[in-house]
C-alpha cells in the first residue's frame, strides 16, 4: 500500500484554518494550463493565487480564487471545456486527504459515501450528497458561495473527479446512468458525452451523476485500509468540531446578490435578513475594513461582469437586475468601474 506524503499531526495543522478549498484540488494545473496554451503568469495573476500555494496540497485556497482560476484558465487558453478536460486526467491520490479518504474505504459504495462525507471539510461553502433514489444513487454537487457566480469550470472538474474515482475500481470503460450540469449548454456539448459515455443535461438545478446501485455496492476498494480510513476520518472529525462555515461577508453579500433585483437594497433589510442589527452589520463590515455600500458596489461589480459574459443576455436587461432603475445610472456607474462602457467591454473581453 502506498503511504500518504504527509502526517496526521501536519494536516491538523494545515487543515484547521481551511475556510476555502485544498491546494490539492489544484494538483498539476499550471503544468495542465501550460498545456492547453494559456499565459500562468496572467491567468494566476488576474485570479489573485500564488503558485507557490499549489505546491503544498494542504494549504488553503479562497473558493472564489480557485473558481476563478479556472475559469480564466478556460478564457484564457481558448479551451472552453478546459474544466472537463482536466478532471478527466485527475486521479483520486491527487486529491490528497479527500482522495484517501475514497481510496482507502471498504468498498465503492462506502467510498462515495465517505468522500460525500468528507467533502465540506475539503471545500466550503458547497452541497455535496449521494442521494439514494431507488435502483440508483444521484450524487449531486453544487457550489454555494455568494460571490462566486461562474462556476461552470468547477462543476465539470468535480464530476470529473467523481467520475474517476468510480473508474479507478470499475475501469475506464465505465459510465453513469445519467450526468447533469447546472450551467447552460455550452457550444462544445458533444465531448461531454464522450467523456462521461452517457446522456448529459444542461440548465438543471443542481450538477449530478446518476450512479447504478448494482455497479457499486459489494465492490471492494482494491486499496482499502480501515487503519488509514480511521486516521483521515478522525482528522475530518476534529475539523468538524472546530467549524469551518462561510463567512459574514459571503452570507451578506449572496442577501445583496438576492435583494438586487428588488431595487437598492437597505442596511436595515440585510440585516434583517441575516438576523441582526444594522449597528452589528456594520460593526462586523468595519472590522473587515469595508462599509455596507462598499459591499453593495462590489457585489454589483462583480455580477455585472457574470451578466456581461453572458453574450446572449441585450445589455438593456442589466441595470434591473442590478438594482439601478434607469439604464444610464448603471452605464454610469460600469466606466467609474472599469473606464469602459459596458458595450466596449464585452467587445475586448476575450
Known sequence: MSQPLFSSASLQANMASNVGVLSAAASGLDRFITDQGGDLDRIFGRAGIDPEQLLHPTLSLALPNYCQVLEEAARQSGCDNFGLRYGQQFQPRALGLLGYVGLSSATLEEALKNFAAAFPYHQHSTLIRLVDCGECFRFDYQVRHGAILDRRQDAELTMGMALNLIRHVL???WSPRAVAFEHDRPEGWQEHSQVFGAPVQFGRPCNFLLVPKGDVQGKPMPEADPNLLFLFQ?????????????????????????????????????????????????????????????????????????????????????APLLGYSETSAFSRAFRRWFGVSPRQWRGDER
Request: glycine share 8%.
Open 171 to 173: 475501469g475506464r470503460d
Open 234 to 318: 478522525d482528522v475530518i472529525r476534529r475539523l468538524g468540531e472546530q467549524g469551518c462555515g462561510p463567512s459574514l461577508l459571503e452570507e451578506a453579500g449572496t442577501q445583496i446578490r438576492l435583494a438586487l433585483s428588488l431595487g437598492e437594497p437597505s442596511l436595515e433589510q440585510i440585516a434583517e435578513r441575516l438576523e441582526m442589527t444594522p449597528a452589528g452589520l456594520q460593526r462586523r463590515l468595519r472590522e473587515e475594513n469595508l462599509s455596507f455600500s462598499q459591499l453593495v458596489e462590489q457585489t454589483r461589480r462583480d455580477l455585472a461582469l457574470h451578466y456581461l459574459r453572458q453574450r446572449q443576455r441585450p445589455i438593456s436587461e442589466l
